[in-house]
């Protein structure tokens, strides 16, 4: 059987199925836009949205005519191609939107430097966004067009829902589906670079061309409603921005590796090293790293050398690193360790577990694989191993207030968890 008759006959046999999850809201906003006025006409001019247009979309006119053909859809696919090596932000080198799996289009950021028009798109709510591993994408498309993305679907976290695991490629979620092989010779090509290869096109099309048929698979797949209404919950919070665009810049020093080993006082150098990195980091248009490492960064929060050549002998700086920053570098320090004491941030631990804690981790985790084989969902969505740990340390310490701040003790999680809270939580 060919794939669009494939697609024709999975959709009609699913489309009730898939309409219970996110797209009610979505009929009865576009019968509004539709009883209202059918063209969607940001420059006050009526459009021809059955325009013939060409794959590759480089000016204005052209996108707004692509957006409201896309308004009229109930969900269209999304994906962003990037390159991001020398600079602080990604360089967005082309936008995929597929409305079909035969009607698929390239929008090139390079040439349309107002992309306004597709905001509106990401932020109208009747109309769903499908993508694959969405919360990159998601960032870059919202400082592409300054619109904040509503009513996303990712195929990715579905797949966990759908008794899949919740890390798989879109390549290997389009095999396992519809067993069709994905190119990758173009996963590392230059996205910016123009005129576009026939190689890039290809690849790039068929980066959408499938995800609004593995959206009704997903969903069709999935077990009961209760298990659709937990997935809806965790695709509702990808309407936040703070969902996917990272910790702020004063909360980044938290993630790099080694800030767990050093003291109150090293702890607050290195907030304020990173904080400050990351500002020059914009400043300048480069990686963080490409500014001083991390490594170098605990390093001198560490040793707290006072002067730049101490930064030198003993935490390894360059010669070129200490003639740009090495006095902002020895001031930072010095203000830091003047400070009172009480200002410096709190030490977090990695979290020692009793024997029986172990037990109590143990009778967790066979709950969970248990539970979730039977239910169909990948049991990594319930909590990583560190969150697990600290479940069970606050339960069995009877610390019912702070494990409140877990997401497993709220929503579908706790939902899911609801036997063993009940057998565990102490009062």
């Given amino acids: 059987m060919s794939f669009p008759v494939l697609y024709v006959f999975l959709f009609s046999a699913t489309i009730r199925s898939s309409y219970e999850l996110q797209s009610a809201t979505s009929s009865k906003r576009r019968q509004q836009t539709r009883a209202t006025k059918v063209f969607f006409a940001p420059n006050h001019h009526s459009l021809n949205i059955m325009e013939k247009l060409n794959t590759l979309i480089q000016n204005e006119a052209d996108l707004e005519i692509l957006v409201a053909r896309a308004k009229q859809s109930d969900a269209v696919a999304l994906d962003t191609e990037f390159v991001w090596e020398r600079t602080y932000y990604p360089l967005l080198g082309l936008i995929q939107l597929g409305l079909s799996d035969e009607e698929c289009y390239l929008i090139d950021p390079l040439a349309i430097k107002n992309l306004q028009a597709l905001g509106q798109l990401l932020s109208d709510r009747g109309v769903i966004k499908i993508l694959h591993d969405a919360p990159q994408d998601l960032a870059i498309l919202m400082k592409a067009t300054g619109a904040t993305p509503q009513n996303i679907f990712d195929t990715r976290l579905a797949a966990g829902f759908s008794n899949l695991p919740a ?72 309407n936040n921005p703070a969902t996917y665009c990272g910790p702020p810049a004063d909360e980044r020093y938290l993630k790099i590796r080694g800030c767990s080993a050093l003291d109150r006082s090293g702890l607050a150098i290195l907030k304020n090293l990173s904080t400050w990195r990351d500002g020059m980091a914009r400043k300048i248009d480069r ?37 740009k920053y090495g006095r902002t570098i020895s001031a930072i320090i010095e203000t830091t360790l003047s400070q009172p004491v009480d200002t410096y941030p709190t030490l977090e631990r990695p979290t020692r ?9 143990e009778k967790l985790n066979n709950l969970i694989n248990l539970k979730a084989g039977i239910l169909g969902i990948a049991p990594g969505l319930i909590g990583n191993a560190s969150e697990l740990k600290l479940l069970i340390t606050m339960l069995n310490a009877k610390r019912a207030e702070a494990s409140q701040q877990l997401r497993q003790t709220d929503g579908w999680r706790k939902s899911f968890l609801e036997d063993f809270f009940r057998q565990n939580w102490k009062k």
């Fill in 287 to 323: 990686p963080r790293g490409h500014v001083i490492k991390d490594a170098l960064l605990v390093e001198l929060a560490k040793q707290k050398p006072a002067t730049p050549e101490e930064q030198k002998l003993h935490c390894g700086l360059s010669d070129n690193a200490i003639s």
């Fill in 167 to 238: 890390t798989l490629s879109l390549g290997n979620l389009v095999k396992e589906l519809l067993d069709i092989e994905l190119a990758k010779e173009e996963t590392r090509t230059n996205w910016c670079q123009r005129p576009l290869t026939d190689e890039q096109v290809r690849y790039a099309l068929d980066d959408v061309r499938y995800l609004r048929a593995v959206r009704i698979l997903l969903l069709s797949r999935i077990i009961g409603p209760k298990i659709k209404s937990w997935l809806q919950e965790e695709l509702i919070l990808l």
């Fill in 353 to 361: 577990l009793s024997p029986s804690d172990k037990v109590g981790l």
